[in-house]
């Protein structure tokens, strides 16, 4: 357990969470007995190592694995939003999070969306999470109830499935794979005529046009996908933005949320959820400022008062390119200048040996993102 003043607060996307035999995604997924070890052995060596008191996981298939793996690490306390969807025999596929506290979960909710919301922004027809948010009060020390929301929001991946259909149409082709254009379903080896005929050429150019439109057809659908996925992962944020602005003028509880947010928070898509980057007038930012929303990471930079800011390390690798897409955000009560302050931010860590410098006996099953976590301190500790 942490140091009996500070309170740890993490968050851990779990990459395919799934005890076997069960499959994530396809029935190919399924993890020996040996890895599904390892990927046990390694969430315990970091629990052990980073000791936080309340953890939120991401990509959970096996609720009741990961109960029973933190009851035995000293979390008695758990919570999960719902289960997983069953795609066919022992195949699943949605993931759901979960939540996880040494000190005891009050209330548990799975957060859904208001269905009047969405006709109010535009968007037509019904609207649901991709991933359900989960909503816990937990009784921490020094601070009484505290408000915990974890979350997945919709990933980047386009939402057009006939993008990977294209492709492989196209793809499948070039491999020598029967062109359903032939007669027969016959195929040859070569995707052209050698002899330079007229036919031949006039064959060569229709094909070369047809690969283009499928080129054109993939690249306009993935767009069209990409924006469709970040317009979900928009909406996703603003409808949890607004239930917790409601539970907040209901409750007045300090809140935590945190999770796998799959973009930057200062870009564009998900800036909304900070309210200190919105502008008001002077007579209501006092009402305001109980709203706003912070960075841990920027509270605990302002703590050290540099004269410089510090680099933040990426939470996630594609290739070589490091991004940050797990965060940790902090109601005003976080915030050491708020009139209602009630902790501070004395440690932000991420755990990225596993990315940068990885062990293969003991990362090989481990995850695809950075744990992150923080240190608070309550007031008069």
Same mark, same amino acid.
């Given at each position: 357990m942490s140091h009996i003043d500070e309170i740890k607060i993490a968050t851990l996307n779990l990459f395919n969470y799934i005890e076997p035999p069960n499959a994530y995604y396809d029935f190919d997924n399924i993890y020996t007995h040996q890895e599904w070890r390892k990927k046990q052995a390694w969430i315990v060596r970091f629990l052990l190592k980073a000791q936080p008191d309340v953890i939120a996981f991401q990509e959970v298939f096996s609720g009741d694995a990961l109960k029973v793996l933190l009851k035995d690490n000293g979390y008695p306390y758990f919570a999960i939003a719902g289960e997983p969807v069953q795609k066919a025999d022992h195949v699943y596929e949605s993931p759901v999070v979960a939540i996880a506290s040494r000190y005891p979960i009050e209330n548990a909710a799975i957060v859904k969306a208001n269905p009047l919301l969405p006709g109010s922004m535009g968007l037509l027809g019904d609207f649901s999470y991709s991933r359900a948010p989960l909503w816990v009060s937990i009784k921490l020390p020094s601070l009484g109830l505290c408000d915990f929301y974890v979350v997945h929001l919709k990933s980047k991946r386009p939402m057009v499935?006939?993008?990977?259909?294209?492709?492989?149409? $196209?793809?499948? $082709? +070039?491999?020598?794979?029967?062109?359903?254009?032939? +007669?027969?379903?016959?195929? $040859?080896?070569?995707?052209?005529h050698t002899e330079f005929s007229q036919g031949a050429i006039r064959s060569s150019s229709k094909k070369a046009n047809e690969e283009a439109d499928n080129v054109g057809q993939v690249l306009a659908e993935n767009a069209l996908g990409t924006w469709a996925a970040s317009i979900q992962r928009g909406t996703e944020a603003a409808m949890l933005f607004s239930h917790i602005i409601n539970s907040r003028q209901r409750h007045q509880q300090p809140f935590v949320l945190m999770g796998d947010f799959n973009d930057a928070i200062s870009g564009d898509i998900l800036s909304h959820l900070m309210t200190n980057e919105l502008r008001f007038s002077r007579e209501s930012r006092g009402e305001i400022s109980d709203f706003v929303i912070k960075d841990a990471f920027d509270l605990y930079q302002a703590s050290l008062d540099l004269m410089f800011e510090l680099p933040r390390p990426a939470t996630h690798y594609h290739g070589s390119k490091g991004a940050v897409l797990d965060y940790i955000l902090l109601s005003s009560e976080f915030t050491p200048t708020d009139k209602h302050n009630m902790a501070v931010v004395t440690h932000y860590q991420i755990f990225d040996e596993h990315l940068v410098n990885p062990q293969y006996e003991q990362d090989s099953q481990s995850s695809d993102h950075a744990p992150v976590m923080i240190s608070v301190l309550p007031r008069g500790c």
């Open positions: 499935d006939a993008i990977e259909c294209a492709y492989e149409a $196209q793809h499948s $082709q +070039k491999r020598g794979a029967p062109d359903p254009a032939l +007669k027969n379903g016959s195929s $040859q080896s070569a995707p052209y």
